[in-house]
């Protein structure tokens, strides 16, 4: 396991000693819980960066009109 040494404004610090304790873990885990967050994101864009590089474009959006569709009859997105 690696250290890593952070330097950031006491501002943010404090803001993120908050977060931390209102989730009720330690600043390191939450910050180690963005960067998992973070790179699995990044991950799952380039996944779809690639699939879309060998796809079909018009079956990729209409994937994408759909899901769109679903969040907004689920009222998870808005118009």
Do not use: Y
């Amino acid at each position: 396991m690696a250290t890593l040494i952070i330097r950031m404004p006491d501002d943010m610090h404090a803001r993120l000693r908050g977060l931390a304790r209102a989730h009720g873990v330690s600043v390191n885990k939450l910050i180690g819980e963005i960067a998992t967050a973070t790179l699995s994101a990044h991950d799952a864009e380039l996944r779809f960066q690639r699939l879309a590089a060998r796809g079909n474009t018009k079956r990729a959006l209409a994937i994408l009109d759909r899901l769109d569709a679903r969040l907004r009859t689920r009222g998870l997105k808005k118009r």
